[in-house]
């Protein structure tokens, strides 16, 4: 096997983290990250995503082939950070099935977005078709120019 080839993603990477993952609890060192810490990590370097700005909105553009709208979350934290996650799950195997080889991602997935102030938090959509799920954030309109005060000069 020419170990060039093989890519975080492969198969083989996948059965030595699933194996690392199952060590023992007592191993853990008390100054490293939290399992939940380690996971939230993973499931954010897994999911790619775009991020394109229009002169009216920011567009989140991901990827969830096979994902259904119903394992899909979108929210808003904090008034600024915007939190897409949700779960891929596995095909039940069939009777006289089994898989010879699974490549596809499957668990959960999350990833957050922290807004530019001109965001407008409470106007967001989000739209799942043919597999791509694309959040929208309008802008605020731009703040108007502050016109300068005159005072008057009373004569004393």
Request: charged letters at 35%; one cysteine or more.
């Amino acid at each position: 096997m020419d170990l060039r080839l093989m890519t975080f993603d492969s198969p083989f990477f996948s059965v030595l983290q699933h194996l690392h993952d199952a060590g023992d609890d007592s191993e853990k060192s008390v100054s490293g990250p939290s399992r939940t810490y380690a996971r939230d990590a993973k499931a954010m370097a897994a999911t790619p995503a775009d991020v394109k700005e229009s002169p009216n909105s920011y567009a989140f553009i991901v990827d969830m082939p096979g994902v259904k709208s119903g394992d899909i979350k979108v929210q808003v934290e904090d008034d600024n950070v915007v939190v897409i996650s949700g779960e891929r799950k596995r095909e039940e195997e069939k009777e006289g099935a089994k898989y010879v080889r699974m490549e596809r991602r499957v668990g959960k997935f999350m990833r957050k977005f922290a807004l530019p102030e001109n965001a407008n938090t409470d106007k967001i959509s989000a739209v799942c078709q043919d597999g791509v799920l694309t959040v929208t954030v309008e802008k605020l309109p731009p703040p108007e120019p502050k016109k300068p005060k005159t005072i008057e000069v009373k004569i004393a």
